[in-house]
């Protein structure tokens, strides 16, 4: 899969004040993605379960500079106020306030600050092992090609600017060497790869709680750990 976008945010230990973003797509993110092409709604939990152990690599592909050099990553942080501006009297508009649990005003205006971070002019190729079962299979691809629901890299203000679904390859060496030269033909260059697991020669190890176990109104994820490798060391 090819993830680019002007706008990119994944998520994957932000509270609702402070919605940070990792530098790399996460695997929640990814088959989330998924899902929405399939149309898959709700908790999912048995889908998630084929799913989720499945294995994830990501290439980043920033921008080249006239030097040969990649560009450094971006972040954009985008401050929202919910429920500002609202007329408390009038029904309809006092619907747009935020209330506690129990529907009662909170103390003050009600309005709350977000902050929420985004990843600028970013490429990535995500190389997902397929299961195997190639009935399912074969959904995640028509799903890929054909979107039953839009799909976004993150957020759903993250429209994708290059078509997602970039093939089947026989191997990860096989699909990151067409990611190298789709990324070229761009005028991006490769600065990290990050792959499922704890490698010896990698240049730095990451624990992420992103592994999907159940969507739907409450989450829930456990962990996995990444290996991350720079430009240099791939």
């Known amino acids: 899969m090819w993830l680019e ?4 945010s994944w ?3 932000s509270k609702f004040g402070r919605r940070e973003t990792l530098g790399f797509p996460t695997k929640s993110g990814v088959i989330g993605l998924l899902l929405c092409a399939m149309g898959k709604g709700g908790e999912q939990i048995e889908l998630l379960r084929r799913l989720s152990g499945l294995s994830l ?3 980043a592909f920033p921008r080249m500079k006239r030097s040969g050099e990649s560009e450094k990553l971006a972040t954009l942080c985008d401050l929202h106020m919910v429920g500002s501006g609202y007329d408390d009297q009038d029904p309809w508009q006092n619907l747009m306030i935020p209330k506690k649990s129990d529907g009662s ?4 205006s009600g309005t709350k600050m977000t902050y929420r971070y985004y990843l600028q ?3 990535f190729a995500a190389v997902l092992e397929l299961p195997d079962d190639k009935v399912l299979a074969g959904e995640i691809e028509l799903a890929l090609m054909d979107p039953v629901w839009s799909v976004c890299l993150g957020r759903k203000c993250c429209v994708p600017v290059e078509r997602v679904y970039q093939g089947i390859y026989d191997g990860l060496d096989q699909a990151l060497k067409r990611a190298g030269e789709f990324a070229a033909e761009k005028g991006r260059i490769l600065s990290f790869i990050v792959r499922d697991g704890v490698y010896d020669e990698c240049d730095d190890v990451m624990t992420l709680n992103d592994v999907p176990v159940k969507f739907g109104t409450v989450k829930e ?3 996995r750990r990444v290996s991350i490798f720079y430009k240099e060391a791939v």
């Open 5 to 8: 976008a002007p706008l990119q």
């Open 121 to 123: 002019d970013m490429a």
């Open 105 to 108: 005003k909170p103390v003050g």
């Open 221 to 223: 994820y456990t962990d």
């Open 57 to 59: 690599s990501v290439a």
């Open 11 to 13: 998520g994957c230990s």
